[in-house]
């Protein structure tokens, strides 16, 4: 080992009070390295968790139009054979009244094909309690939160007043009932909302409740792993303009999207977040570096004689240098390695912490309105975590450059005159 790289892990913990200051000014370069990798991986958790819930529930991309989609089975054809795509099922939305006995909501609901959803969407894993297969034309699936607002249950009855059977209560001289469904199933996907105002049915069920004859609101698609999902849907897009009017009926307004394209806002919203914060927690990283640059500085100012001493018995300046740039960077490598552990310590309890400081403050359900998830996500990047680490060394090491170049300029004679 080079004297110099000796010296300079030496002098780190030579005595108590050298040791004691290092051990701060290293413990402050965890702590910055700490914060910025809890909130980029939990920034980095909510856009992945959307990506996830919105891939497992509606699919990689999503076919919509203006209009009712008459002849699904047309255009289910032409999508399945673009290269890419996977699989198809189509979809139907509305909106409706749901009532179990004087107990009204208005929920969405989501019409599926329980031939075909599970090739695309995996449904049957946020189911809670009983099964999707047991959905038919006579049933129907509520959001967990939803079936407890009503107070519905496995084996419940409720009511559904659709926009359409409402229009024909009005239109005609005699009472029209309303639809009875069973209840089924329980699901919770962890999104407040989606939980709080969902219900699934058959799609036929919708299009008697809609009118919509044999129509849909549209397709979801699965991709085959690995493929691109911008470019898939740049070629579904092309498959469909080429097939209408020739084998496929024309559509007004047929376009498909990308869950990029469908979450954009959001998406966006949350990587500017990201980067301003990430910016803004790098001045905690800077300020521990000032704080290990002021240690060195003063280690310099002490060790003037015992610099001049190596200069004159032939160290280079640049060894001299060395010596106390590489404090620097052993600093910043010891507060790395420290910040990441604890920070992945941290992220590893983050919902027991959360969740406790949430219930003691009183303020969980606010959380759950704003963020509208009951666990908090986390996904920690590669990119990020190197731009963490690369951070803390770099301005661990700039820190102790400014010091060492202090002492390499002292002259060897001034040095050691130096009391």
Known sequence: MPWYVYLALKQLYSTWQRFFFTAISALSVA??????????????????????????????IQIRAEQVIADPAALAKVVEHVPGVAASTPFAQGFAL???????VFPVIEAIDPATVEKVAPLQKYVRIGSLDDLDDDSVILS????????????????????????????????????QLNVVGIFQIGHQQLDKSTVIVTLRTMQDLYDLGGGVHGLNLKIAPGADVEAVTR???QAMLAAEGHGLPRVQGLWARSWKTVNSDFLWAVQ????????????VVLVAAFLTMSLLLVLVLKKTREIGLFIALGATRLQVAGCFC?????????????GLSLGFLALHYRNDVIHFLLHFTGSEEAMESVYQFNQIPSHTAGGDLVTIVVSAIVLSTLAGAVPALLAARLNPVEALRNE
């Open 272 to 283: 500017l977040e990201k980067s301003m914060m990430t910016f803004i927690l790098l001045i």
């Open 98 to 104: 749901v009532m179990n006995g004087d107990l009204p």
């Open 31 to 60: 702590l910055g390295v700490l914060i910025l990798l809890i909130v980029l991986s939990v920034m980095g958790g909510f856009s992945q968790k959307i990506g996830e819930m919105t891939q497992e529930t509606q699919g990689d």
């Open 144 to 179: 967990s939160e939803l079936a407890e607002q009503i107070g519905a249950g496995l084996g419940s009855k409720v009511q559904v007043y659709s926009p359409a059977i409402l229009t024909h209560m009005l239109r005609a001289d005699e009472a029209i009932l309303p639809r």
């Open 326 to 338: 590489l404090q620097g960077v052993a600093i910043g490598v010891a507060g790395t390695v420290v």
């Open 235 to 237: 070629n579904v897009n």
